[in-house]
């Protein structure tokens, strides 16, 4: 007959996606407790592009990472239900063949519910990078790894947000001290309901790709390419699902906001048209533009269906 042995250190049982799962007392987790039965998913970071993340209220539902065999995300958007795909906002982070996460931490807010996580990816190149909500309120850090993360561990629960995220790394920690995170606190409030923000320095920009609605036309997120090989996404940049438009070389960032209205929801929403220039003298069909060299940085607040964008200068 078969019999089922457990580990002298019993932490419950584990359901992987993998045949070859971490060690669980070399990962790190948050929140740090697990339950005695967890369903895993794993991202192996060496084989992946970009990730992007599902929201709803907050809380995320889901995990897409990006690799040459799934380059959209529209495959895990469609596991999810069909109430959700209606209410999830996208927040897509490319890791560029030059760059890594270097260090992954959370951003632990003492007011907001258990299962709104608000990660931070410190980039080799691009720097610190916030996923999910960063309102200013009393806050705490903890750092998943504090070498180079090797796999992005997340439980799974159907129906139900991700509640536990962590890190699995196979270096040794140099037990040098960190950098504290650069993480923004949002100090004005959000320009509408369910916004999430996303910040970006314009300068060293080389490429900048424009993901818009297919049919409003308005700037749905932002690829931006750096010279030094970063890249940094604003707003929802989905992936090989929306049209796009690519700017080599651009000089200049042009903003148009506008108010529109939308099938089955009450009230005017923002929205913001955005097209790029690569010479500084140009003109525009409408003088309601708005138009900046990439100088300083670009804030851009957005939600499932409203946008709005500033240039803060040097």
């Known amino acids: 007959c078969l019999r089922l042995e457990l580990p002298n250190i019993f932490h419950g049982l584990q359901v992987w996606d993998t045949p070859t799962p971490p060690a669980l007392n070399r990962c790190s987790f948050h929140p740090a407790g697990l339950s005695h039965s967890t369903q895993f998913r794993t991202i192996q970071l060496s084989q992946t592009t970009g990730i992007t993340f599902f929201f709803c209220f907050g809380e995320i539902y889901a995990i897409h990472a990006h690799t040459r065999r799934t380059p959209s995300a529209q495959s895990t958007y469609q596991l999810l239900s069909r109430r959700r795909q209606a209410s999830v906002t996208w927040v897509y982070i490319p890791i560029s063949g030059e760059d890594y996460i270097a260090l992954l931490g959370a951003r632990m807010m003492e007011k907001s519910s258990a299962r709104c996580i608000c990660l931070i990816l410190r980039m080799k190149l691009a720097g610190d990078v916030v996923v999910g909500f960063t309102y200013s309120q009393e806050a705490s850090y903890l750092v998943l790894s504090k070498s180079r993360p ?24 140099d037990n040098l001290p960190i950098d504290p995170f650069r993480c923004p606190l949002i100090e004005k409030n959000p320009p509408f309901q369910d916004a999430y923000f996303s910040l970006s320095p314009l300068n060293g920009t080389s490429r900048i790709r424009l993901f818009n609605d297919k049919d409003y036309g308005f700037c749905l997120g932002i690829l931006l390419e750096f010279h030094n090989g970063a890249q940094r996404s604003l707003g929802q940049c989905r992936v090989g699902i929306d049209r796009s438009e690519d700017y080599q070389k651009p000089v200049c960032i042009c903003f148009r906001r506008q108010s529109y209205t939308r099938p089955g929801i009450s009230g005017l929403l923002q929205a913001t048209m955005v097209t790029c220039t690569e010479r500084q003298e140009h003109s525009h069909d409408s003088r309601d ?26």
């Open 150 to 173: 090797s796999t992005i561990i997340h439980n799974t629960l159907q129906s139900s947000p991700i509640s536990v995220i962590g890190a699995y790394t196979t270096q040794k920690d």
């Open 289 to 314: 533009w708005t138009c900046f060299r990439l100088q300083g940085e670009l804030e851009f607040w957005f939600s499932l269906y409203e946008t709005r964008l500033t240039v803060i200068a040097d």
